[in-house]
């Protein structure tokens, strides 16, 4: 049995070799000198062999794990981006947040509204329990009024009921 060849990878991705082995990121592997005999003269783990990112037996140069990188494994140039896009990314979510305020203070008071788009009317609606809530379309104003009571302000006109409504906020 011959000695086997070492490929180290000093990459954090794996390497496929042409044979069909696969050298882990920050790992190695042991392969028959046939294999490596097969797949040293690829141009790609050539170039790789020659710039440091393979380590072939222990000898060769040593890349750095992180090279010229961040801890995210970025260059200067993509930690900038990633700020950039961070602060967009980050400005459009706020930005995403208040429209959705918008549009369901919008949605309410379409609800609030009927198909006349004035709004809706007041009215007293059982809630259960024998107890009424006062709502203006799908809003509740009051709550808590008794059969009578609730009798009482639906026979009201609009402008009694809204000054009812006003006098039992205070």
Same mark, same amino acid.
């Given at each position: 049995?011959?000695?086997?060849?070492?490929?180290?990878?000093?990459?954090?991705?794996?390497?496929?070799? $042409?044979?069909?082995?696969?050298? $882990?990121? /920050?790992? &190695?592997?042991?392969?028959? $000198?046939?294999?490596?005999?097969?797949?040293?003269? /690829?141009?790609?783990?050539?170039?790789?062999?020659?710039?440091?990112?393979?380590?072939?037996?222990?000898?060769?140069?040593?890349? &750095?794990?992180?090279?010229?990188?961040?801890?995210?494994?970025?260059? %200067? %140039?993509?930690?900038?981006?990633?700020?950039? #896009?961070?602060?967009?990314?980050?400005?459009?979510?706020?930005?995403?947040?208040? %429209?959705?305020?918008?549009?369901?203070?919008?949605?309410?008071?379409?609800?609030?509204?009927?198909?006349?788009?004035? $709004?809706?009317?007041?009215?007293?609606? /059982? /809630?259960?329990?024998?107890? #009424?809530?006062?709502?203006?379309?799908?809003?509740?104003?009051? &709550?808590?009024?008794?059969?009578?009571?609730a009798d009482a302000f639906n026979a009201m006109s609009d402008e009694d009921k809204a000054a009812y409504v006003e006098a039992s906020k205070k």
């Amino acid at each position: 049995m011959s000695k086997q060849v070492t490929i180290e990878n000093a990459l954090a991705g794996g390497i496929g070799l $042409p044979t069909g082995e696969v050298v $882990p990121g /920050h790992g &190695s592997i042991a392969v028959e $000198p046939e294999i490596w005999d097969a797949s040293k003269e /690829h141009p790609v783990v050539a170039a790789l062999v020659k710039d440091g990112s393979l380590i072939i037996d222990g000898k060769g140069k040593k890349k &750095s794990a992180l090279g010229e990188r961040d801890e995210n494994g970025d260059t %200067e %140039e993509m930690a900038e981006m990633r700020k950039r #896009f961070d602060a967009s990314y980050s400005a459009l979510q706020s930005e995403l947040q208040a %429209e959705k305020a918008k549009v369901a203070d919008l949605e309410k008071l379409i609800a609030d509204r009927g198909a006349s788009g004035q $709004p809706a009317a007041l009215k007293a609606e /059982h /809630h259960g329990g024998g107890k #009424f809530n006062v709502t203006q379309g799908e809003t509740m104003l009051l &709550s808590g009024l008794s059969k009578a009571d609730a009798d009482a302000f639906n026979a009201m006109s609009d402008e009694d009921k809204a000054a009812y409504v006003e006098a039992s906020k205070k």
